[in-house]
């Protein structure tokens, strides 16, 4: 099996710029998909040099340029060096007449003319049956073999407003498969691109378009991460790509595009690991099996277990071993008071209160290795904000300074900076929430930060905003480090 990742771009409100682009390309060739469809090249100068960026950076995965069935969408996709082109003509009347305002015969001059095109400039061509799921079947099959005949050396079947169920999918796949390799595209509208994919892959396609987590048009394509993991551990088919990196792609997609991953989406979602107290804390310890299809590991990340009031003593132990501490019946009791009385207050029991508490109750002693001693901000309406930070790191002093687009951001840039040498920490979610309601409110400042892909909660409550964000990530980072 192939895979055509798309870049998602055509997610609404998503806009990347070339070096991004690379990012995700050289991601997704270290993943070890075959095909990268990087754009299309006829949206803009931009667009261009950032696909031929792509295509010079000399990657194991053919490269791919979007192209409607026009000659000069062609000349686009060869300026940009590409190797394929992923050519798009509408074969449901619906789209024929409304869209296009032409008739079937006209199409498919035009795909024929295109195709041939094309191939005579030396491009691979993967002809693409826009609407395909609601298209006549004999005309569908008449594009098909047409186009093969004009020399496209794989078709594509497109759901393009994911209408299909599996059944369907099976059926059509079965009787147009032998036509030519066949790729399948499907959306997502109803949630079944990945069963329609699967269904399709099953009765004969060879090639999969998927997108990583599942962005794209409404409600996105097949996401990578579900289908691959499908067709490993549900049907036992070896995708050669390296699943462990499933999760760092998303992570880093999602950085780029700016599009969240939805907490509980599979795989890749922040709860598709995490687990609450009770049973199936219980149960995880007796044989991770229980609550869990498949393990963390496989696509590169960790367990979590989420503490609260709710927590019994099962879940504490699993957290600690999780934290490579180990406590005996009267310590697990006494840990267990001190977190439910920080829940009854109402506090999300971060991994650092866990950490603070068990190393309290363990009389573990850790010397922070990092240590604020001096925090300047200026900020206003005619300075860029900047911020000088002062640590002492490991018992030497840093001192660092930074900018940014406001002065919490002015201060984590310089906090990172004084950092760098030590450790390689990415922040990756941060929230804030006032405590009372005034403008001398307490903030408290949560943070998400994660390193060689572990992962910590911690926190920072302050009546100052950047004092209680610095104080946040500081107390995260050394958390982090204890890790090691
Ligand atoms: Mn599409």
Not at 269 to 287: P, Q, R
Not at 446 to 473: C, F, N, Q
Request: aromatic share 4%; charged share 25%; glycine share 8%.
């Amino acid at each position: 099996m192939d895979t055509t990742l798309r870049d998602g771009e055509q997610t609404p409100g998503v806009s990347l710029t070339a070096e991004k682009k690379l990012w995700i390309a050289k991601a997704l060739d270290k993943l070890g998909v075959d095909v990268i469809e990087a754009g299309s090249a006829v949206t803009s100068e931009g667009e261009r040099a950032a696909i031929k960026g792509v295509a010079h950076e000399g990657l194991r995965a053919e490269i791919c340029s979007y192209a409607r069935a026009l000659k000069g969408d062609i000349d686009y996709c060869l300026e940009c060096d590409v190797n394929s082109v992923h050519l798009v003509v509408p074969v449901s009347d619906l789209h024929i007449e409304k869209k296009l305002r032409k008739d079937r015969e006209t199409v498919l001059c035009m795909a024929v003319d295109t195709t041939s095109y094309a191939i005579d400039h030396g491009l691979i061509v993967e002809l693409s049956a826009e609407d395909a799921s609601r298209a006549d079947a004999d005309f569908l099959r008449e594009f098909y073999r047409q186009g093969v005949a004009a020399g496209a050396q794989r078709l594509c079947y497109c759901d393009t407003v994911g209408v299909l169920v599996p059944e369907r999918a099976a059926a059509q796949f079965t009787e147009i498969a032998h036509i030519a390799p066949m790729s399948v595209h499907c959306h997502d509208d109803f949630g079944l691109a990945t069963a329609n994919s699967v269904a399709a892959l099953k009765a004969g396609a060879t090639q999969v378009h998927v997108t990583v987590n599942g962005l794209g048009e409404r409600a996105g394509n097949a996401s990578l991460e579900e289908l691959v993991m499908t067709l490993e551990s549900l049907y036992g088919y070896k995708t050669r790509l390296n699943t462990t990196e499933l999760y760092l792609v998303s992570r880093l997609v999602s950085r780029l595009t700016g599009v969240p991953v939805a907490q509980n989406k599979p795989i890749v979602g922040e709860n598709a690991f995490t687990h609450e107290s009770g049973i199936h804390t219980h149960g995880l310890l007796a044989d991770t099996r229980t609550y869990e299809p498949i393990t963390p590991e496989m696509v590169g990340r960790e367990r979590r277990i989420v503490l609260g009031k709710h927590a019994g003593s099962a879940s504490v132990h699993l957290a600690l071993k999780e934290l490579g501490l180990d406590a005996n019946d009267e310590q697990l009791g006494d840990i267990l008071k001190r977190i439910k009385e920080l829940g009854d207050k109402g506090k999300r029991v971060t991994d650092a209160d866990l950490q603070a508490i068990a190393d309290a109750v363990l009389e573990i002693n850790r010397e922070a290795r990092i240590k604020l001693q001096e925090l300047t901000v200026v900020s206003g309406n005619v300075v860029t904000p900047t911020s000088s930070i002062k640590l002492s790191v490991d018992n030497q002093e840093v001192v660092e300074a930074g900018t940014g687009l406001g002065p919490v951001d002015a201060a984590i840039n310089a906090l990172r900076k004084a950092i760098g040498k030590l450790a390689d920490i990415t922040l990756e979610e941060y929230h804030v929430d006032a405590i009372t309601g005034g403008t001398d409110a307490l903030v408290e400042v949560w943070v998400k930060l994660s390193r060689d892909g572990h992962v910590i909660t911690a926190r920072g409550a302050r009546a100052d905003i950047i004092m209680a964000s610095v104080e946040a990530v500081v107390e995260g980072v050394n958390r982090l480090l204890t890790l090691e």
